[in-house]
């Protein structure tokens, strides 16, 4: 983080000297790979990091650290050293990057907690984390914003799509089949069978192959849509 030309030997050699000495670190576990400063020390550091760099100089290290956490699977440690640094649109990218992995594992609460961290105006533009916001509200059963959010998401893929992006591309079409997904959600439980139906066989049509997970999903939303509609088949 620093530009450091030293080797990781000697990073290593110096971090074990130190908790040898007891000085400064606290080891954080037994293979001797985390450490944190001694809160007084730490404190100290900080200050001092204040007093002799500018406001440019903090944010390109705040840039580096989030960039090693993200290395590390450290997604909120990340975030927070990206915004820290002034990089809102790094840390949607981040946040992105890691939606499809925390919607596969239902990971909610945490999904949530990534968007908090975020501007609001980094939500509004990104289609990805307005049907994560979505997602969060239909999983929590308030249904008010879903459809706001799905629209809003699917005008700003139309954009995409007219400028560089291919309309066709893997990512695009798991989004809009996510999308069609939870508009089938939505309108079964709102009593609109038959659209509920149509959005749902849309979805499963445009799901990307490979995609299991979300091809399982999506039969489960149009055999539901199906009952409701009475109709015979699934596909």
């Known amino acids: 983080i620093m530009g450091s030309a030293s ?9 074990e000297w130190l908790e040898r000495s007891h000085l400064f670190l606290v080891p954080l576990d037994e293979r001797q790979g985390w450490y944190r400063f001694h809160h007084l ?3 100290l550091l900080q200050r001092r990091l204040q007093e002799r760099l500018g406001q440019e100089e903090l944010a390109l290290l705040h840039r580096r650290a989030s960039a090693w956490y993200a290395e590390q699977g450290l997604l909120e440690e990340a975030l927070e050293h990206a915004l820290a640094g002034g990089d809102a649109p790094g840390a949607t990218r981040l946040v992105e990057a890691h939606f499809l992995r925390a919607f596969e594992q239902e990971q909610w609460a945490q999904l949530e907690r990534w968007l908090h961290l975020l ?7 990104s289609p990805i984390l307005l049907f994560a ?12 914003d879903i459809p706001r959010c799905l629209t809003a998401a699917e005008q700003l893929l139309e954009g995409n799509e007219s400028g560089a992006s291919e309309p066709g591309n893997h990512q695009s079409r798991l989004l809009r089949a996510l999308i069609k997904m939870l ?3 939505f309108q079964h439980f709102t009593g609109q069978e038959e659209a509920s ?3 749902a066989r849309s979805a499963l049509e445009l799901i990307p192959p490979g995609e299991e997970y979300i091809e399982r999903l999506a039969f489960v939303y149009l055999a539901d849509a199906c009952q409701a509609a009475g109709q015979a088949d699934v596909v």
């Open 133 to 144: 916001r979505a997602w969060i509200a239909q999983a929590c059963g308030q249904f008010t």
């Open 197 to 199: 139906w149509q959005n």
């Open 7 to 15: 080797s990781d030997a000697q990073v290593q050699a110096t971090l």
């Open 41 to 43: 020390v730490q404190t």
């Open 183 to 185: 508009w089938s959600e």
């Open 119 to 125: 501007p609001e105006e980094q939500i509004q533009g």
